[in-house]
């Protein structure tokens, strides 16, 4: 498939939501923008399963008492009626519960500690080979007994799209906050995925992510494109304690189910992006989504 | 609590849906009905472990033969347009595409046999200390990519409330005909659930099998004594390959997340219970259920 030409005339190798059909295209850049062998707190072997998988769990990053300090900034944010009604807090669909608080690391000094932190800012450079800037940062609580899950997507695909993030020098760490199980919902991967980029079909209305972060149904991947990347790569779920965190590549297909146990799973989400390639324009939205979700502010951490 | 008497000058050790608030009460009745040394397939440890937990999963219960005749049967059922549009037939509320099918013992010879062979019948007999019959059989289909899933409940709250079932002497059997993976939706139980029953609050409304079917609201415990369950029981899923199956006491509180991957969780789900109770009128619904979805004809099988 050749590569199409967009707005102002950047080559794209990553087209989707245009008038393309979905069509599975292979990634022409790297997972390790620095090799297995960048210096940093991630060993030689969890970079190369990182680099295979697109997914890489890590026991216990965060100690005891460093989960209870976020989990108490955790509730101190899901307590206040005013950042309720702000923008940056998504609510359940059904039900009204807070579902995620955006920008959390600019809300909490004890969260922009933790992401400016070598465990978390350390790995990212290490795996993207550069400086890196916070993308985006939230809080998920997934309450118990009915929180909503998400459907399958590639964050790349979205952050490409609506956020004009040029290629995917970007990855995610999911702290867990509490328990994460095969029950409760967890984030689930289809290791390998990140290597396959699906084009997906549809455009980007406007203001889009009011709905998509609640219930996405643009920036989806069709259904057969779906299938096949589940037969080939397998499906597995990220399970952890609390402390714990899973790394994922900005391109890894991922999703959760709903959480019908009484156990809140909740997690913290960093997207560090890598300050070299800079996001532009959006490739395929009539507008760049507010800053709360996609950072203007490229200042390094 | 003082057990109240309800209709017909019944004694009822399992009030629910009545005036009485949310209780969590013990269970007065055995789970092993002629205790651990029943003659049948089951082994002693696993009549015990069943006893304990009120689940048991057998690996390989059915031949890989068995299962593609029963899968064919399945497909069989699920394309029949006039069975769509019977009474026995249960749509997913949002797709509309065919959640389970009743009766399914009625409709197919090939289930008919496998439900009276000594591996389901015999095992029913083994642990109910009676002769059995067919309560119930269905196929459940949970189709891939937003298969929609079960709120938490016990059988025997609907089984003693609708259907007049006068104590927990019955099981269910679900014998899958796909993989029970961790990620599509499986089984959830809470294990050792099956000795407290949770009476539930709520009136019954006429015709409530029509919508409970989909998305059951009455006859559902309460969040707090669900919390409480699930905090002292804990919540494992039941996973097994294809030709495995999955025992659980009629009482035993149960339920599934939605299934957002592309793999579909079909099941053949068996209800036997002891001739010995039969059922009389309903404890607390206005008219019993239809006979396909609780059998009338007690013949022992």
Redesign the interface.
Known sequence: MTAPTTTAGRTDAYPTRGETAAAILDRPDPVLWAGPDAPGPASREELLAYERDGVLTVDALLTADEVAAVGGELERLGRDEALRRDDRTILEKHSGAVRSVFEVHRLSEVVARLVADERLAGRARQILGSAVYVHQSRINFKP??GGG?F??HSDFETWHAEDGMPRPRALSVSVALTEN???N?PL?VMPGSHRRFVSCVGETPPEHFRESLRDQEIGVPD?GS??RL??DHG???CTGPAGSATWFDSNTMH?????????PRSNLFVVFASTDDPPGEPYAAPAPRPSYIAATDLTPV
């Open positions: 118990g007994l899950g459907s399958w199980l095969t029950v919902g689930m259904e779906l299938t589940a037969v499906i597995v779920p999703g959760s189910s709903d959480n019908i146990t009484p156990f």
